[in-house]
């Protein structure tokens, strides 16, 4: 007998363990247009009550993966190891971590996204340097990953296109926030990119997507089932997005941060989870045991090496390498403001999430996919959670390219000021 979607609905509705059949069908169908929005809006809906076994999920996001482009990165020697984040406020890692571990021996064959949300993605950072190519031949990514160690990448529009139709859906019909639809749609274009290997890292806090430690750990689980369960080593890290990674939240503001971290002169909190990064993906890509992996990494900061990683990969890709060495070339936004506390106090707590809005209010986020970001747009934070600020002293600096989105943001972080910055 013919598979109906109407008796897949039904089945997952009153929480019956699909087949695999069934899945594979189901997705397919939807790829191919044979199934419509309001079945597979249902079908989400189901899951989002009933969620999914650890067989359903992992066969879903294989189906997901499997639905466009498998990318095989075997032309490129010893072990590929990926590294995804699932988002926040002041993220810029790969910019760091991905140096650091080709430095040490690494390789990181890494296709990243745009950002649609607080900042630019990757991408979006990496195009800020003049020149900056991420649009290149498979051949040639392969190629700089095999000479260098390392080489980030624009994802291909084949990359799980599944995943592209179900997220339109899931955004429009309230299923966003479905812990097995958010593993699913983060593992399947994984999967697809082609690395052995892949280490996690699980944002949690007012400026991360999982807002609660418990939906976390839940999310990190189910991430590395999915992800162990296709034969890929996978770790997952948690790290705290109560407070805005790092100082700096905007393009061209975090890609200098991300250098001056290679540098030995960035901000703590961000060298340090760039050293764990790095040492799990080094330690996960065989070339030695943690401990001595956290070792190399911080040798490779104080000695250069991963200084001299990113400005070969820019170079490689097109990219005028003297920004890397000379942060200082990027221009500067031409409006500033900054926020003086009034009288001295201790920082209780930072809404991180209106952190990040006040970012895309100044321009340097997405609010759709058609917005243009504004590379010198952003904010950065001289001070956080549990520190003791005088009078006078500055807490924020807003910049911005539009004297106007300025204000805007400037107003908004005002009205809001009283929830950002508890006294």
Known sequence: MAMRMYDIIDKKKKGSE?????????????????IPDYQVSAFLMAVYYEGMSEKELSVFTDSMAKSGDMVDLSQIKDIKVDKHSTGGVGDKTTLAV??????????????????????????????????????ISEERFFEIVNDIGLSVIGQSAEIAPADKKLYALR?????????????ASIMSKKLASGSDKIVLDVTVGSGAFMKNIDDAICLAQRMVEIGENAGRQTVAILTNMDVPLGEAVGNDIEVVEAI????????????????????????LGEIADLETSRKMVEDAIDYGKGIDKLAAMVKEQGGDESYIYHPEKFEKAPYQKDFVMKKSAYIKSMDTEKCGKTSVVLGAGRETKESRIDSKAGLRFYHKTGEYVKQGEVLARLYASDEEKLKQAVQYLKQRMNTVIHR
Not at 24 to 30: A, H, I, N, P, S
Not at 110 to 134: A, C, N, Y
Not at 262 to 277: N, S
């Open 98 to 135: 991905a140096p650091l571990v080709a430095a040490c021996g690494g390789r990181v064959a890494k296709m990243s996204g745009r950002g649609l949300g607080f900042t630019g993605g990757t991408i979006d950072k990496l195009e800020s340097i003049p020149g900056m190519q991420t649009a």
């Open 171 to 183: 955004d429009v019909t309230a299923t966003v926030d479905s812990i097995p639809l958010i593993a």
């Open 18 to 34: 699909l087949t695999p059949k069934e899945i594979t069908y189901m997705v397919e169908g939807y790829v191919a247009g044979e």
């Open 260 to 283: 001056e971290t290679l540098q030995g002169k960035g901000p703590e909190d961000f060298r340090q989870i760039c050293v764990e990064f790095a040492a799990y993906m080094l330690y």
